[in-house]
Structure formats: C-alpha cells, structure tokens
C-alpha cells in the first residue's frame, strides 16, 4: 500500500512565526508532491508542487523535497491567522494514471 | 488560470432521485478529471477517474451504476447519483488535471437527500 503520511496536528503557531509541515511518502516511484490547503467546508486549493530534491519557493511559501529520505515538508513564513486551515501533502506517481495518494492532513492554527 | 467550476453548489433532494453534478475546466483542456467524496471532518476519498472518451475507472468499494460518470469533452465531466438515499449525503469535489498531472480542484457539490 503506496502511503504518505502526516501528523494529524493540531500544530499551533503563533501569529508571525514559522509554521512547520511535514510530510513523509512510501512510494519510491512517487515524482511530483503537492501541498493542498483545506478550510473547513471548502475544496483544496493548490498552494505548491515540487519534483525536484531542493526548496522551492513561492511567496511566504517554502517546500522542500529529500527523495533519499522520502520526506516532504511545507513552510510557512511570517504566519497569519487566515493561514489556519488542514493542509495535505500529496504524492503523484505519473505510472498511476495521474492519481495522486493524499495524506491525511495536519491542521494549522495560528493563534494571535 | 486554471481554474474548475462546479454546479451545483448545493442541492437538496428527496430520496429515491437522481442528482447531476457538473464539473468544467475552464481555462485549460483536461484529458483527466477525477471525483472525490468527503464526509464530515474525514479525509478526500477518491471516487473515480474520469477520461475523456472512455469509461471511467471506478476505485474499489464504489458502485459504478450508482455514480454515474461521463467526460463528454475535455472540459466536462459529470456525475450522476443514482437514486440518492440519505448515505450518499456528502460533500461532492471533482478535480481536473493539466497536461503536467497537476490536479485543481472544483468548489464542491454539498448534496444532501432526505
């Protein structure tokens, strides 16, 4: 079974700071990531995917890949209180015909 | 750009009806569209995945003549519940992939039969 995992959290943050999300995949055969934010009641936004071993950046946003050590994680800079939401770590293996494997989320709150 | 549209966003039906789901991309040619289902405060669970010109492939546990889907053209999928009854009261989500394999996800369908 192809997995990736997340803690479910809660993770709380305080306003301003760095908020950590990590992320870990199974599959070996896996080549793009994604991370999806989630508000309660709302569909998953994509906020960035990533496929090369590095950091990426995007704005407050940093994801880095290891695919030695299987590991994914999301940052989040400069936390503000709309950046509380689930955010889900998602694997894509392109021999899977596009499926991608989720997570199942960490909550982030950030707290004033 | 990319961007998935969904309608409706909220139904209401008896049970014993069927409901329409429409899924549209709507900046961008999706060859595959795929449709998830998510309960209260549980995780996405994947439906089925939509190609355009085929049949869909349904995931294991889901009854293919009870979601009803067609991917008539690269921008629209559909899904039909047949025959709704008050467990298939659910939070609908399709998603439309680009031609990289990157999934964006339509609003929802809130569907709720009584």
């Known amino acids: 079974q192809k997995e990736v995992e997340q803690n479910s959290g809660p993770l709380s943050v305080p306003e301003g700071a760095i908020a950590s999300l990590n992320c870990t995949y199974s599959?070996?055969?896996?080549?793009?990531f994604f991370w999806y934010r989630q508000y309660s009641g709302k569909s998953p936004e994509l906020i960035m995917f990533?496929?090369?071993?590095g950091d990426k950046e995007d704005g407050r946003f940093t994801a880095q890949l290891n695919k030695a050590s299987q590991y994914v994680s999301l940052l989040i800079r400069d936390s503000q209180p709309s950046d509380s939401a689930t955010y889900l770590c998602?694997?894509?293996?392109?021999?899977?015909?596009?499926?991608?494997?989720f997570g199942t989320g960490t909550r982030l709150q950030v707290t004033l | 750009g990319a961007v998935v549209s969904q309608h409706p966003s909220r139904v209401i039906c008896k049970s014993g009806t069927s409901v329409k789901i429409e899924c549209r991309s709507l900046?961008?040619?999706?060859?595959?569209m795929f449709w998830y289902r998510q309960f209260p405060k549980q995780s996405l669970m994947l439906m089925a995945t939509?190609?355009?010109?085929?049949?869909?492939?349904?995931e294991q546990g889901v009854e293919k003549d009870k979601f009803l889907i067609n991917h008539a053209s690269l921008t629209l999928s559909t899904l039909t519940v047949t025959s709704a009854h008050p467990e298939d009261s659910s939070f609908y989500i399709c998603?439309?992939?680009?031609?990289?394999?990157?999934?964006?996800f339509g609003p929802g369908t809130r569907l709720l039969v009584l």
């Open positions: 599959d070996r055969g896996s080549q793009s």
């Open positions: 990533i496929y090369s071993n």
């Open positions: 900046d961008f040619q999706a060859t595959t």
């Open positions: 939509s190609n355009e010109g085929s049949k869909a492939t349904y």
């Open positions: 998602a694997s894509l293996n392109t021999g899977t015909a596009s499926k991608l494997t």
């Open positions: 998603s439309a992939a680009t031609v990289q394999e990157t999934q964006y």
